[in-house]
């Protein structure tokens, strides 16, 4: 086979498109190599068109996974703080942190207004997930979150 002395628009495109097959075999690898969690984003990379790059698809699921993050995030808050949205009947309180009752109760134990000492979360304990739950059972450290 003879060398190739001078680069000509046939040659060009030929290297052009066997660049463009090594990187969507990368991208093939990168996205097979996923856990199944992903297979959402893994489909919706493939729709796009032109493909991404490896570097584009990994920017969209570092995004992706810290959407994920704030929203569980959330979902731990809005799971404690539901504690606190019963109605009247349950001895609840509304959204606003007020007794729904005319009373305003005053815990003893905390010494907080807005519940009494048995609904307390000093006393009964705090719902999964809430920080201070972490922290009673001994597996919060300071240092590095959990």
Same mark, same amino acid.
């Given at each position: 086979m003879p =060398?190739?002395?001078?680069?000509?628009? %046939?040659? @060009?495109?030929?290297?052009?498109?066997?660049?463009k097959i090594k990187q969507e075999q990368h991208l093939f690898e990168?996205?097979?190599?996923?856990?199944?969690?992903?297979?959402?984003?893994?489909?919706q990379l493939l729709l796009q068109s032109p493909?991404?790059?490896?570097?584009?698809?990994? =920017?969209?699921?570092?995004?992706?996974? %810290?959407? @994920?993050?704030?929203l569980n995030v959330h979902k731990v808050n809005t799971e404690a703080s539901a504690m606190n949205i019963r109605g009247p009947k349950?001895?609840?309180?509304?959204?606003?942190g007020a007794a729904k009752t005319?009373?305003?109760?005053?815990?003893k134990a905390s010494g907080k207004k807005g519940h009494p000492a048995r609904k307390c979360?000093?006393?009964?304990?705090y719902p999964k997930g809430h920080y201070?739950?972490?922290?009673?059972?001994?597996?919060?450290?300071?240092?590095?979150?959990?």
């Open positions: =060398a190739i002395t001078e680069m000509t628009t %046939e040659i @060009r495109a030929f290297i052009q498109a066997l660049e990168f996205l097979n190599g996923l856990d199944e969690e992903y297979s959402a984003q893994r489909s493909l991404p790059t490896v570097e584009e698809a990994c =920017a969209s699921l570092q995004q992706e996974e %810290e959407q @994920r993050e704030v349950a001895g609840g309180y509304s959204s606003f005319t009373k305003i109760d005053e815990c979360w000093t006393i009964v304990g201070k739950s972490i922290k009673q059972a001994g597996m919060y450290r300071k240092e590095g979150g959990m």
